[in-house]
């Protein structure tokens, strides 16, 4: 009996002592991340950021730097404060498509043709041969970043889900990456039509409840007046410094986010993207419940496209994730940026660890790779390079400068009152080019701008939110003035003038 105590005392004796000294370990790591992301929060000047580190399922680092604002009220930043995460939602919004995939209801080897009817893009031989697993890869064929600008013009996710079909490819389908957001909007349509709800609705009810991310929702539902949401900042360079600034402009930034919402518009914290990363790292498993089978989440991270290559890394681009095949292994991540807020999520599967980084800062995610990689290095028990130096470098060089001197017209415009009168385009609507105090006006849907002149019968107007955008014009063969288009990137096609107008003329 007293043998058998002596033994359950070494027991308990040698298990206190091995849990101190993992206690210990993971104070430790913890010590050196926050120290890590303290150096580059600092250096970078950022006004806000919050950190999550999953390692081996355990929780590293959860912790915020920081205020949420500036001006008035602003708080600390917590694991509780809500970042817009940008680019970062293209990931969940694929995440719950697979949920789909899983139940039956599409496959994705599956035509789009197949689930949605009214889908079209220009090429009707693509349009039949489109699959699911096609449609978040970006290699659609469209220019990069093809119809951002649309929301610009008033144009809602819906809308822009129809001028698909007018919007002419760049390149051959399926040979070229080129990044693309509106495409997300077609697999939100088919989540919608499989759970009979909004995407907002159903990333909360199928993504978010299951895996007890309790603070995140979308931008739809949470972009105005919520105090828990960070304010977000223009973060740029100034000579050798960098500064920050409150962006005055979310009234442009909540019609644009919302137009393409399912590729970056979810609002979430650190500490409910710890429960995302617990997910991925366990294999599509949450808390001993299978959220996603192995092989469905296995796709999510099965290379599509080609995106790029360098002397120490290839990278592919799978449904919603960059895939970087680099010298410490699988990275697997991808960066969000929009309108004051940045963000970076990776998961490093060969060491079991997932990183979530959110700041209220818009320009760059350069800080967020330096700590990415240095957090990487430091579980690998490599040190192959001063991440933060090397990024923070390469983001203080000079930029080359730019040549502002404007164009001299080569070629004078016509009678300004031969471009005056009304355009029309199927799906686009009605563009009314207007005489106002001598110059002419481009009016479409909310967007009301003067145009100038730039050469022969090519103008330019400002865009609130895209810019500076061309305006061309287009003679017929017996009138002045036929049609005209915009140029956002990839051509849209031509607007033709009112027939009545064509005959008066």
Known sequence: MKKS??????????????????????????????SICRVVFQQWNLPGMAVVVIQDGKEVLLKGYGKTSYEGNGQKVTPQTQFVIAST?????????????????????????????GFKLYDPWVT??????????????????????????????????????????TYSFRTTYAYNNAMY??????????????????????????????????????????????????????????????????ENAFRWLSAVAPAGFVITTAADMGNWL???????????????????????????????????????????????????????????LAYGYTALVTILPEQKLGIAILTNAGNTTNPHMAI???????????????????????????????????????????RLDLYSGEFGKEDFGIVKITMEDGSLVFNLNNVKSPLRHKNGDIFTMNVPGAGNIEVEFFPGTNIPIESLTFKIGDPIGKFYRKQEESQNN
């Open 278 to 336: 617990r997910m991925h790292l366990d294999n599509g498993q949450f808390k001993g419940k299978q959220f996603l089978s192995k092989e469905t989440h296995n796709m999510l991270f099965f290379p599509q496209t080609v995106t790029g290559t360098d002397s120490s890394a290839i990278y592919n681009y799978a449904q919603g994730w960059t895939i970087e095949a680099g010298l410490n292994g699988k990275m697997i991540r991808h960066t969000g």
């Open 128 to 169: 039949q041969n489109f699959l699911v697993k096609d449609i978040m890869v970006h290699k659609t064929g469209f220019r990069a970043y093809a119809t951002d600008d649309l929301p610009h013009f008033g144009y809602d996710r819906d809308q822009i889900f129809t001028l698909l079909r007018h919007i002419q490819p």
């Open 185 to 250: 909007t077609v697999a939100a349509k088919i989540i919608e039509k499989y759970y009979g709800t909004s995407w907002d609705d159903a990333i909360s009810k199928y993504l978010f409840e299951p895996l007890e991310m309790t603070s995140s929702t979308t931008g739809n539902k949470a972009y105005f007046n919520n105090p828990r949401l960070a304010q977000g900042y223009r973060h740029y360079k100034d000579g050798d410094s960098i500064k920050f600034e409150p962006r005055k402009d979310k």
């Open 89 to 117: 939602s293209k990931a969940m919004t694929s995440a719950l498509l697979a949920t789909l995939v899983q139940k039956g209801d599409v496959k994705w080897g599956d035509t789009v043709k197949n689930h949605l009817p």
């Open 5 to 34: 105590i002596i033994l359950i005392a070494c027991f308990l004796f040698i298990s206190l002592k091995i849990n101190y000294a993992q206690d210990s370990c993971i104070q430790n790591n913890t010590n050196k991340l926050d």
């Open 372 to 414: 990415a990689r240095e957090i990487s290095e430091f579980f690998a028990g490599t040190d192959k390079r001063d991440w933060n130096k090397h990024y923070l470098e390469a983001f203080m060089k000079d930029s080359p400068r730019q040549n502002n001197e404007s164009q001299k017209d080569s070629i004078a415009p016509k």
